[in-house]
């Protein structure tokens, strides 16, 4: 009988940013584009539809892959495709994503849920990530999702900043 993965992830962190300008910042590419990749990496997106059963495709892509750094579809990228499946507005945002790879270790979907609570500071963001690929290391992983959530602060706290 074959064993399923069952491993969850998550971080978070508080924001000083209102709770509505962090929720369109996960709805809109040109946003996402500039928060989303992980240190070291840039993002591109083919295709993004932000509503409840809509679908996106994007890559991660590696600054310096030139040094072979490999990724999960080509040396160098992680190509992904997702589906919005929940979008409760300015609370909670559910997806389910899949890596485009040949490599078997990365066939499986993995449903991220982030969540967003006002707190007197701002915005607490707690994104959980289920079903998390077991090729996909931990530490990674953990890295990754910090890098990211770091990089929505500087996006949405430095708007904060100008518009005060």
Not at 3 to 12: C, G, T, V, Y
Not at 56 to 79: C, H, L, P, W
Not at 91 to 104: C, G, L
Request: glycine content about 6%; charged content about 30%; proline content about 5%.
């Amino acid at each position: 009988m074959e064993q399923k993965n069952e491993r969850i992830d998550s971080a978070s962190r508080i924001i000083k940013a209102p709770v509505h300008r962090i929720y369109l910042a996960f709805l809109d590419p040109m946003a996402i584009v500039k928060w989303r990749p992980p240190s070291g990496m840039e993002c591109e997106i083919y295709e993004f539809e932000p509503h409840v059963g809509g679908k996106y495709r994007m890559a991660f892509k590696y600054i310096n892959a030139e040094q072979g750094v490999e990724g999960k579809t080509t040396v160098g990228s992680d190509v992904f495709q997702g589906t919005f499946v929940e979008l409760v507005p300015d609370r909670k945002i559910v997806e389910r994503i899949k890596f485009k790879s040949d490599d078997p270790v990365y066939d499986k979907e993995m449903t991220i849920t982030t969540r967003l609570t006002p707190v007197s500071e701002g915005t607490e963001v707690t994104i959980i990530a289920e079903d998390v690929p077991e090729a996909i290391k931990k530490e990674d992983h953990d890295e990754g999702m910090q890098s990211s959530l770091e990089n929505l602060a500087q996006f949405t706290e430095f708007e904060n900043r100008i518009s005060s």
